[in-house]
Each structure stands twice: as structure tokens, then as C-alpha cells.
């Protein structure tokens, strides 16, 4: 327990945290809302250039500046420093970050059990990180448990599948609330003249795979796709569908504001998640139009993702990179709506059955709760 008082400390190490937006961060916060603060002593350790440490919500972020990034990693002589001095009770890592790993072996920070959350394996790296391999996984030797998002990340990394018996799987969870606008979701339908719609959602990236889903749309008719999110690849996309003459069909959304999201995801008909790398490894965006009975076209990454919804039951997935197969599944979808229907249904009941988010917090209070026994 820690010193100061009768909670359990939890010290998550990451490479970024809260206010950026991303899958490991979403998940940290998830965790550190589902524990009490009277319970729980919540700390963070990350990098950031922009934030300085602080202390929000019954949580306090340390951050460190770093020199650089490199190959998907913080290089912070900072962040060894500031692990050198952790003292805790459980020590929580959430790779891939094998710096962090470099400087857990550097820093010796002082812990009684050792966590990791096992987001992916490492992807376009690989060569590049073969040197650190060793270290690696002797690192993940020593790890007390392993909590992964999905049971097929264990069943395709060769990294954890030796150590089954370490991990844990608990999903990332949502409330159910339907949280949308009838007013506007009316609206966003009559925009576009009663068009069926497919909405995204995500950075504008290569690994979301967007232009695939854009290229999908010369061969699809009477519908309309929207996509939300900003990002490096908004000109390359805008330049994309002024040449293939796709303007009325493809709609790139820039941000939208998080108190409109539901309203786009229960306006849409079809929910597209056409992302191309396994470093995808859930997409809880999926679950957020699945909530409210949409059915969704994902692609087989063998990750989280194809847990989340599930081909001929939650929706249809096709191959990555593959927008001839996008555009089929969507015309399958768009003219079957018995199908459609019955899809989204589906995903609704997954939804309410596997990852309600109260089930979660309860699952996250066991885990961290067993340092008592």
C-alpha cells in the first residue's frame, strides 16, 4: 500500500497520456475512472512537449519533455530520471514502448507487482527493434499479469502467446445512453436527401485506411460517406475525390465536436472501420455505432478489432487494403435491408452483453484489487 496512506498506487507508464487522443490513452483513462479515488492512488508517467505535470481528476500526470521521437518511441533522459524515483505498489506499462523497457532496467523504479497492458505487437518496426528483442522479453518474463483487450491478441502474438496463464483479458467498455439528438440526427439525414450513410471516424492516417473506403465509393451508388476526424492526409484525400469526381459522395467532415458524434453514428447507416495495420488493435468506435444498431464493415486484422464485431453476426469484414471487397460488402449491405437490420441488431445485443462499461470498471477493481490478498 502506499506509504502516504491505505491506497493501492497504480503508476501507469505510457508514451503519451490524457489530453492526447488516442487507443492507449483512451484505455488508460477508462482504468483510471473505473478506480475510486478514495481506494485508489492514481499517478501517470508520459512524455509531453506541451503539458506540463498536473493533476486532474483524482490522477496526477508526471510528464517529461523529450529530445525526439524514433520508431514509434519518447527519447526522454527525463523519463529514466523520473522512473528512477516511482515507488509504488503496482507498476503498470502499456506497450509496445520499448524505451520504456530500456529504462525499467536503467532506472530500477520500486514496485511490489509489475503490469503491463499489451496493446499490439510491434508494427513497421521490426527490423529496427530486432537489437532490443532480448530485453525485450526478458521484460515481459518478469511481468506478474498481462492485460490484453481481446483473446486474439494472445492467440496472434508470438510475443505473449507463451505466457497465457499471465493474461487477462477485459475489454474496453461504453455506456449504452443513447446520447444523441433526435432533432439533429433528422437534420444530418435531410442533408443528404435521404442518401444511405457510411461514417468513419479517426486521425487522417495511413494505417485507418480511409482511402480505401473512399476509393470503395466509384462503386457505390446512392449513398454518401462521411468521414470525421482531421489529419496529415486531408489534402491528399481532398485532391483524391476532386479527381475521381467523388464530391457528392465522399464528405470529409474535419473534427467534430464530441457532443456531435452520436448524432453522426445514429444517423448513419453502415459504420466503416477500413483501417490496414495491426497496430489497430480494438476500435472502440466500432462499439459506439454498434450501440445504437449499426452494423459495421471492419477489416481482418486478427486483432481486438475483429473481436469487437464479428463477420455475419455484427457485420461483414473484408481483407485490408482491398477496396474492391469494401465496396461489395457495402452494396451487399445497402441493398439487403433485412440484413442490415439484423446485423445491427446483433451488434446492439454484443454491445449490452460483453461491454457495458460498469462491468468493465468492475473487472478493472478485481484485477488491481488482488495486491490486497
Same mark, same amino acid.
Given at each position: 500500500?502506499? $506509504?502516504?496512506?491505505?491506497?493501492?498506487?497504480?503508476?501507469?507508464?505510457? +508514451?503519451?497520456?490524457?489530453?492526447?487522443?488516442?487507443?492507449?490513452?483512451?484505455?488508460?483513462?477508462?482504468?483510471?475512472?473505473?478506480?475510486?479515488?478514495?481506494?485508489?492512488?492514481?499517478?501517470?508517467?508520459?512524455?509531453?512537449?506541451?503539458?506540463?505535470?498536473?493533476?486532474?481528476?483524482?490522477?496526477?500526470?508526471?510528464?517529461?519533455?523529450?529530445?525526439?521521437?524514433?520508431?514509434?518511441?519518447?527519447?526522454?533522459?527525463?523519463?529514466?530520471?523520473?522512473?528512477?524515483?516511482?515507488?509504488?505498489?503496482?507498476?503498470?506499462?502499456?506497450?509496445?514502448?520499448?524505451?520504456?523497457?530500456?529504462?525499467?532496467?536503467?532506472? +530500477?523504479?520500486?514496485? $511490489?507487482?509489475?503490469?503491463?497492458?499489451?496493446?499490439?505487437?510491434?508494427?513497421?518496426?521490426?527490423?529496427?527493434?530486432?537489437?532490443?528483442?532480448?530485453?525485450?522479453?526478458?521484460?515481459?518474463?518478469?511481468?506478474?499479469?498481462?492485460?490484453?483487450?481481446?483473446?486474439?491478441?494472445?492467440?496472434?502474438?508470438?510475443?505473449?502467446?507463451?505466457?497465457?496463464?499471465?493474461?487477462?483479458?477485459?475489454?474496453?467498455?461504453?455506456?449504452?445512453?443513447?446520447?444523441?439528438?433526435?432533432?439533429?440526427?433528422?437534420?444530418?439525414?435531410?442533408?443528404?436527401?435521404?442518401?444511405?450513410?457510411?461514417?468513419?471516424?479517426?486521425?487522417?492516417?495511413?494505417?485507418?485506411?480511409?482511402?480505401?473506403?473512399?476509393?470503395?465509393?466509384?462503386?457505390?451508388?446512392?449513398?454518401?460517406?462521411?468521414?470525421?476526424?482531421?489529419?496529415?492526409?486531408?489534402?491528399?484525400?481532398?485532391?483524391?475525390?476532386?479527381?475521381?469526381?467523388?464530391?457528392?459522395?465522399?464528405?470529409?467532415?474535419?473534427?467534430?465536436?464530441?457532443?456531435?458524434?452520436?448524432?453522426?453514428?445514429?444517423?448513419?447507416?453502415?459504420?466503416?472501420?477500413?483501417?490496414?495495420?495491426?497496430?489497430?488493435?480494438?476500435?472502440?468506435?466500432?462499439?459506439?455505432?454498434?450501440?445504437?444498431?449499426?452494423?459495421?464493415?471492419?477489416?481482418?486484422?486478427?486483432?481486438?478489432?475483429?473481436?469487437?464485431?464479428?463477420?455475419?453476426?455484427?457485420?461483414?469484414?473484408?481483407?485490408?487494403?482491398?477496396?474492391?471487397?469494401?465496396?461489395?460488402?457495402?452494396?451487399?449491405?445497402?441493398?439487403?435491408?433485412?440484413? +442490415?437490420?439484423?446485423?445491427?441488431?446483433?451488434?446492439?445485443?454484443?454491445?449490452?452483453?460483453?461491454?457495458?462499461?460498469?462491468?468493465?470498471?468492475?473487472?478493472?477493481?478485481?484485477?488491481?484489487?488482488?495486491? $490486497?490478498?
Amino acid at each position: 500500500m502506499s $506509504k502516504n496512506n491505505n491506497k493501492i498506487k497504480i503508476t501507469h507508464v505510457t +508514451r503519451y497520456a490524457y489530453p492526447h487522443i488516442g487507443g492507449i490513452e483512451a484505455v488508460i483513462s477508462q482504468i483510471n475512472d473505473a478506480l475510486s479515488n478514495e481506494e485508489f492512488e492514481k499517478e501517470v508517467l508520459c512524455c509531453s512537449n506541451n503539458e506540463k505535470s498536473s493533476f486532474e481528476n483524482g490522477v496526477k500526470y508526471n510528464r517529461c519533455r523529450f529530445l525526439f521521437e524514433f520508431a514509434a518511441n519518447t527519447i526522454s533522459p527525463e523519463f529514466i530520471w523520473k522512473l528512477s524515483k516511482v515507488d509504488t505498489d503496482i507498476l503498470h506499462y502499456h506497450m509496445p514502448f520499448i524505451f520504456a523497457v530500456i529504462a525499467h532496467f536503467i532506472a +530500477r523504479p520500486k514496485y $511490489k507487482k509489475l503490469y503491463i497492458t499489451y496493446h499490439s505487437d510491434i508494427i513497421g518496426y521490426e527490423k529496427i527493434m530486432k537489437p532490443f528483442w532480448f530485453i525485450y522479453k526478458k521484460f515481459i518474463e518478469q511481468v506478474d499479469k498481462i492485460h490484453v483487450l481481446s483473446p486474439n491478441i494472445i492467440e496472434a502474438s508470438k510475443i505473449i502467446n507463451p505466457y497465457k496463464g499471465k493474461c487477462v483479458v477485459i475489454p474496453q467498455g461504453i455506456n449504452l445512453e443513447d446520447k444523441s439528438d433526435g432533432k439533429k440526427v433528422n437534420q444530418i439525414k435531410e442533408k443528404y436527401n435521404g442518401k444511405k450513410i457510411l461514417f468513419s471516424l479517426g486521425r487522417l492516417i495511413k494505417y485507418k485506411g480511409f482511402i480505401y473506403g473512399i476509393e470503395a465509393m466509384k462503386k457505390v451508388d446512392n449513398a454518401v460517406y462521411l468521414i470525421g476526424g482531421s489529419g496529415p492526409l486531408k489534402k491528399d484525400f481532398e485532391n483524391y475525390i476532386k479527381e475521381n469526381q467523388l464530391e457528392g459522395k465522399v464528405i470529409l467532415l474535419g473534427r467534430v465536436d464530441n457532443e456531435e458524434l452520436d448524432n453522426y453514428y445514429k444517423a448513419c447507416d453502415i459504420y466503416l472501420f477500413p483501417s490496414v495495420m495491426q497496430s489497430e488493435a480494438f476500435g472502440i468506435v466500432q462499439l459506439e455505432a454498434m450501440k445504437y444498431g449499426k452494423p459495421v464493415i471492419n477489416t481482418n486484422l486478427g486483432t481486438g478489432v475483429n473481436y469487437v464485431s464479428i463477420h455475419d453476426k455484427t457485420g461483414l469484414t473484408v481483407e485490408p487494403k482491398n477496396s474492391k471487397e469494401l465496396a461489395l460488402a457495402i452494396n451487399k449491405l445497402l441493398n439487403d435491408d433485412k440484413l +442490415r437490420e439484423t446485423l445491427g441488431q446483433n451488434a446492439r445485443k454484443r454491445c449490452e452483453n460483453l461491454f457495458v462499461i460498469n462491468k468493465k470498471f468492475m473487472q478493472f477493481n478485481k484485477l488491481y484489487g488482488e495486491i $490486497k490478498k
